[in-house]
């Protein structure tokens, strides 16, 4: 890692994942059983946080728990991966949760109770982007409130840091928001609903995000890989081929890895091929932060890769 890698700030949520596995992922009204139940740490904004802090980045964490069990553990979680937890408030609500159901081939359905990631607040920003040195790189997602995610974005690009939103959950954007992000990353069913248009039609949905304002548009397509766009080019990131276990925090990995290339000085195409080895080891383990993979793992599984072309 260069000593030139800028700093990564992480603003989002922090969730316990409460995952159930099953064959099948039930119907609508469907009762059925389970295989195995687990817990383990997650939330989008920490599963990005560990994964860029196990990659190497010097990361730290904004967001709330609450004053319980799950909390502790969340926090554990991420300082033992390097993640700075200075600016993790104790709410006085519960931990948010995540009721996770996974398929014999990896799929997952997921309920968010936000409980505490509702807390998160302005004057913890503040202090963030003021102890940093240098401006970094800004991940911000939805599993906050729109208006902190807002309030972030402006505040960290009136600083001159480079602004990522991962807009999952998926809410519209306004146009003066849209013009201060870097590059927005959703996915394919999230850049629909962004640009009112059909699942499917990634090229149409990231050309309408770019002549919104965003000034580069990624759109992950899971097994199909993703979309890298910028007003120059626009081009399609082939994914690694493995047998997947879990997808449960794919795009969050996909998210964490991706800013920390940029932090190391890779344009956006060198960053996205990166952060699509990070997620593809992710997916062939089970839960979200335990999934996320160290560096050398990373580097030895892309010179695996390349050696296999």
Do not use: H
């Amino acid at each position: 890692m260069s000593t030139l890698t800028k700093p990564i700030l992480v603003v989002g949520s922090l969730n316990m994942d409460l995952v159930v596995t099953v064959a099948e992922l039930p119907q609508k009204g469907e009762t059925i059983f389970g295989k195995t139940f687990t817990t383990f740490p997650g939330g989008k904004g920490g599963n990005q946080a560990v994964t860029a802090a196990k990659l190497g980045s010097k990361v730290t964490m904004v967001g709330a728990v609450g004053r319980d069990e799950f909390g502790e553990r969340l926090r554990c979680s991420l300082s033992q991966s390097g993640v700075g937890t200075s600016y993790i408030s104790l709410a006085e609500t519960s931990t948010g949760t995540a009721l996770i159901t996974v398929d014999q081939r990896g799929a997952n359905s997921i309920v968010v109770v936000p409980g505490a990631n509702y807390a998160c607040c302005q004057q913890d920003i503040d202090s963030a982007l003021e102890a940093a040195e240098v401006p970094g790189i800004l991940l911000v997602q939805n599993e906050i409130p729109e208006t902190i995610v807002e309030y972030t974005i402006r505040a960290a690009k009136g600083k001159g840091w480079t602004t990522i939103l991962n807009p999952a959950p998926a809410r519209l954007i306004s146009e003066g928001l849209l013009s201060m992000i870097d590059i927005l990353i959703p996915n394919e069913t999230e850049a629909s609903v962004l640009t009112g248009g059909k699942a499917g039609a990634e090229d149409e949905a990231a050309q309408v995000l770019l002549d919104r304002g965003a000034a580069a548009v990624i759109i992950t397509l899971g097994s199909k890989g993703a979309l890298c766009c910028t007003v120059e080019q626009k081009q399609q990131i082939l994914p690694y081929k493995v047998d997947a276990v879990d997808t449960t925090a794919a795009g969050d990995a996909y998210v964490g890895a991706l800013a920390t290339a940029l932090a190391e000085g890779k344009t956006v195409l060198e960053s996205a091929k990166f952060a699509a080895a990070v997620a593809a080891i992710a997916v062939t383990r089970p839960g979200a932060q335990p999934s996320l993979p160290w560096r050398d793992e990373v580097d030895e599984f892309i010179r695996k890769q390349e050696g296999q072309q």
